[in-house]
């Protein structure tokens, strides 16, 4: 028994992870009162039956698979084709230039993605700065690298102008030596966009300090009315050598089952992400890999119905939530994720969790995935169907009157 | 730039990788006289252009898509169904048992499988047994994570009662602090087999020890004629803790373009194997994870046929092979690798797989990928259709010719 594996294993935990909960131990759980009936919802991911992929994928798939040997074994980073018309339509969304052959890589999803740019870029020892809260992975990506994570502050409670990060604390991050900054942008989990001078600032921060930058944009195409969104990649004032930008099509697209990821940027980094995923898993499935021909090429105004669906259930279930006067949060500007903040219960966020998947059918994501200290919050994505997601609104309402202090 | 990282980088290069033949550097190679025509041969992996994915196996991943948000979105350990399924049909192959829930894991292609169980197991400064030659990743694996790799050799060419396995160099590698043992059977890249003896010696030397043993089961159902094959997980002598034993359906069933793999063994490794799967690519594609159905339920008699279609063609190879007079090899016993020692030429081995790309339409891997000191053989892949390949063979006597001393 190596206990210093032991350990590492033990900070990477999965239990309270979105699409786990069935393993959870719930022996210790005593509910109050009945069983709150509804159609059972789990916000712990996008119900992808409720929003369907992008019509067409399944059949470019099977073309896919038609296509045969030279579809099923690409390089490692890709179909060279598919590399070079996905780069292409990036290029155009982000507003920079993306060589195919030298800054781009399709992975096993994004997470695939995040896991080869931190396994490329962290040796053990290094300080990376993490945003609180932010996607659980990220911390536990550090860990795994045996990094050390670096805290900073996102105040998103207290603004409305910008995501809120604690720039000062950014700077004083790079300063004491962090030579790495990852972050969600729109944040995961609580759907806010950082604003053009935070992205600015960023840039400028982490060029002054020659520190690398790893932006998660998953969700950077699902932006609500009013918001604008600003690429980091597209800043003038940053060595594109200390980029890596990552997207994909498992969210606002729903292919997900797909398992579809990309990065671009640091052709330096996207070759060592080569060399990882040649030992990791070889390559994005073969035949998948096609399916992101459908991707920025959506039939004309699917992407605008599929915002303003989300748009409308978010107002409703803000709506529900404000009502009740027990939350405080904040209006998602992009994405699919609400993290509001629960008033003191007599249960902790654990027990809270596990109680609104038993008593009330509804599953939801402890804050504390998002950083030990987010004990009073948790997650959602809104990405269901409408009026399911309302009743399951309406019990969480319900459990948290039952429970709270 | 961190040096250190730069240099693990540089130890687990891809430019040999198969596969990845297009990304070489080309200026410096000269060729001797004229081009070989011929048909194009990748022998670098199996073309599943000339032996087909099993029946029916996109029907079952269009299912897959049908049944929508509960297949995209499985636990990362993989559907608890299709565990169920697949667990059932390896406990019969294997002749053991397999609990599904706690004993086993869907992984992306069998390379998932190996990445995420020495993730599991090795920590840095680990001493881990190599077997050379073995799968070029093996090696790769044990320098990403900072473990050390000690070579034990195997005689393959010595023998045709076993494997060959130097099993007093095995003892003494666990007598020295080796923790691990990592090895493919059948082997990779030579083909053969190890003998029950082998086999029942290995778990018995690991269990004297305390040491674990990943077995990389990828090509044991591929069994020719006369040969009998031995798992390790059905030794009684060693703590089943200790194993873990990794499948998958890419190679005899050519399903590679799905990314499937499995693992199965010590409930402590799985755990861990799947809250690392959970960070590095959240799960096998769910949809093809549904194709998992298909493996070992195939129709009556397509994998005798398939087994004898490949008999075949190495009889054919190795015949023109051994009639050339220039080889040294063992004829394959499992698998579709051939492993031919070459004799001395004027060119490196490196040199040698370029010229036989850019003079005969020729791709082999070159066998240092498999240790560096096999700079005198290489592997192919004959899992080709059958007259491409005889032309192929025949144009590698000729290059063979040309470059000898």
């Given at each position: 028994m190596n206990y210093l594996l032991e350990e590492k294993f033990s900070k990477i935990?999965?239990?309270?992870?979105?699409?786990?909960?069935?393993?959870?131990?719930?022996?210790e759980i005593q509910l109050r009162g009945e069983k709150i009936e509804g159609k059972p919802v789990d916000f712990s991911h996008g119900d992808v039956d409720a929003f369907e992929p992008i019509p067409g994928t399944l059949d470019i798939f099977i073309e896919g698979v038609h296509v045969g040997g030279k579809q099923a074994y690409t390089e490692y980073r890709g179909s060279e084709a598919i590399r070079k018309n996905v780069a292409k339509k990036l290029s155009n969304f982000t507003g920079t230039t993306i060589?195919?052959?030298?800054?781009f890589i399709i992975t096993p999803g994004t997470q695939g993605a995040l896991f080869l740019a931190m396994g490329s870029w962290v040796y053990r020892g290094d300080k990376v700065a993490i945003v609180?809260?932010?996607?659980?992975?990220n911390r536990k990506l550090v860990e795994f690298f045996d990094g050390e994570a670096v805290p900073v502050q996102l105040?998103?409670?207290?603004?409305?102008?910008?995501?809120?990060?604690?720039l000062t604390q950014l700077e004083e991050a790079f300063n004491s030596g962090v030579k790495l900054f990852l972050f969600s942008n729109p944040n995961n989990p609580t759907g806010v966009i950082y604003s053009p001078d935070e992205i600015r600032e960023i840039a400028e921060l982490a060029e002054k300090y020659g520190a690398k930058v790893i932006v998660d944009?998953?969700?950077?195409?699902?932006i609500f009315e009013g918001r604008t969104y600003t690429h980091l990649?597209?800043?003038?004032?940053?060595?594109?050598?200390?980029v890596i930008t990552i997207m994909g099509p498992s969210k606002t697209e729903s292919l997900s089952g797909y398992r579809l990821g990309v990065a671009f940027g640091s052709a330096n980094i996207i070759g060592r992400m080569e060399k990882l995923q040649a030992i990791v898993s070889?390559?994005?499935g073969g035949y998948s890999q096609?399916?992101?021909?459908?991707w920025f090429a959506e039939p004309e105004g699917w992407m605008t119905k599929r915002i303003s669906e989300h748009q409308a259930i978010r107002d409703n279930l803000i709506d529900k939530l404000r009502a009740s006067g027990y939350f405080q949060l904040r209006t998602t500007e992009a994405g699919s994720y609400l993290f509001p903040r629960i008033p003191k219960?007599?249960?902790?966020i654990s027990q809270f969790v596990k109680i609104l998947r038993l008593q009330a059918a509804v599953t939801v994501t402890p804050g504390t995935e998002f950083g030990?200290?987010?004990?009073d919050s948790f997650r959602i994505?809104?990405?269901?169907d409408h009026a399911a997601a309302e009743g399951a609104i309406e019990r969480i309402i319900k459990v948290v009157e039952e429970y709270r202090k």
């Open positions: 935990g999965a239990e309270h992870a979105p699409g786990q909960e069935g393993r959870q131990n719930i022996d060589d195919p052959e030298q800054n609180a809260p932010d996607y659980f992975a105040d998103y409670l207290q603004t409305t102008t910008c995501a809120g990060l604690d944009q998953l969700y950077s195409r699902q990649c597209a800043q003038n004032t940053i060595d594109p050598e200390n070889l390559r994005a096609a399916v992101l021909k459908s219960l007599d249960v902790s030990s200290q987010f004990t994505n809104f990405s269901q």
